[in-house]
């Protein structure tokens, strides 16, 4: 990897997501952590990836550009509470992974809590992940809340006009009171621990949250089961995001 390549290659972070090994977003974080290497040396930030270069994480080789690529997944699931959104098989028995079992190798398209439950997308597919969870392309997520006590006085409209958490105020969204303890709210926004944090911050625990909806996909799963898009929902599924942005979020 000379000098005369500096400007050729592909950044490491998208070529294991071009070929389905995890998303850019867990790419950088195994980057970080000394994971990954390239001909046997760990790389620096930044580093391409040459045609006919060695590329391993934890000690194992990853598959070729072309020639090995896996086909594309695209799977629905109804994430149960207890469930952890990682890859991470080694320090987590709880992951998601195992949890499905399914024989490519997929990952999240974001996460639930693991005490929330609800539907979540898995794929090999490393540009829909970012075009779906970037910020600024407004995809909705619909989820149904419970909390720990009667919903009174104005929470309703300050939860739907912004709540200040995380050094930051959250954006306008839609927000329905269901029952006296229940709520339903459409984010397109996915700040860390996002719905939990605005109902501490006005006084009320969550007990339950379940997300019921994303974009055009319903939450149609028993709890534990997930199923393939149908070709229907997948072509949606690339017409709404035709023109998002890849790159990812930055949050």
């Known amino acids: ?13 998208k070529y294991l997501s071009e070929i389905g090994h995890c998303s850019r977003r867990a790419a950088d974080k195994l980057l970080e952590e000394g994971r990954i290497t390239i001909n046997g040396k760990v790389p620096e930030l930044g580093t391409k990836v040459q045609s006919g270069d060695s590329v391993a994480v934890d000690g194992q080789s990853v598959a070729g550009m072309e020639e090995e690529r896996s086909p594309r997944v ?37 996460r639930l809590d693991k005490p929330s439950e609800g539907l979540i997308f898995l794929t090999n597919d490393g ?10 392309n407004g995809h909705e997520k619909e989820y149904v809340v419970s909390v720990d006590k009667r919903i009174r006085g ?7 006009s912004g709540v200040p958490i995380l050094d930051t105020i959250t954006q306008p969204c839609e927000v329905e009171q269901t029952g006296p303890k229940t709520f339903r709210i459409i984010l397109k926004q996915g700040l ?10 006005l006084g009320y625990e969550v007990v339950r949250l379940r997300r019921v909806r ?11 089961e997930w199923r393939d898009f149908t070709e229907t929902e997948l072509k949606t599924l690339f017409e709404l995001t035709s023109d998002s942005i890849h790159a990812p979020d930055d949050r």
């Open 74 to 110: 695209y799977i629905a699931y109804h994430k149960p509470v207890g469930i952890v959104c990682t890859t991470d098989v080694r320090r987590e028995p709880n992951n998601i992974v195992d949890a499905i079992g399914h024989p490519e190798r997929i990952y999240p398209v974001g």
């Open 1 to 13: 990897m000379g000098e005369q390549n500096v400007n050729t290659g592909i950044r490491i972070n």
């Open 192 to 201: 860390n621990r996002q719905i939990r944090r605005m109902t501490e911050a």
């Open 154 to 160: 104005d929470f309703i409209a300050q939860m739907s």
């Open 127 to 136: 540009d829909i992940v970012n075009k779906i969870l970037r910020s600024k």
């Open 214 to 224: 994303i974009m055009h996909m319903q939450l149609d799963l028993h709890p534990g």
